[in-house]
């Protein structure tokens, strides 16, 4: 599966965003969904990840009552909505994705995905 991610920018601290990641390819509901971030220097950490089914999200702390993760498998795609956004949030986002069985428990660990879009660039001005 090839992921496009898309919805990156500019935005000012307070402010909101939403990330789109849109895959190709087949059995798009078979994977297991994530948002992870990186900025220079840093390993990429984990923001979000969503199951299978939908049914089971998790969230950084760093994140956890600004940000929701959800997918639309019948348009391939998963979204990151980010609020009251400050400039630590600012990064690199990267979409993943990894086929799992339907009751495989989420991962936050960058080595289990087998998939990664590109990444779009999130800048929070303050």
Known sequence: VQLQ??????????????????????????????????????????????????????????????ATISRDNAKKTVYLQMNTMNPEDTAVYHCAAREVILSAPNSDRPDDYNYWGQGTLVTVSS
């Open 5 to 66: 991610a898309s919805g990156g920018g500019l935005v000012q601290a307070g402010g909101s965003l939403r990330l789109s990641c849109t895959a190709s390819g087949h059995s798009f509901s078979r994977y297991s969904l994530a948002w992870f971030r990186q900025t220079p220097g840093q390993e990429r950490e984990s923001v979000a990840i969503i199951s299978r089914g939908g049914q089971r999200t998790y969230y950084a702390d760093s994140v956890k009552g600004r």
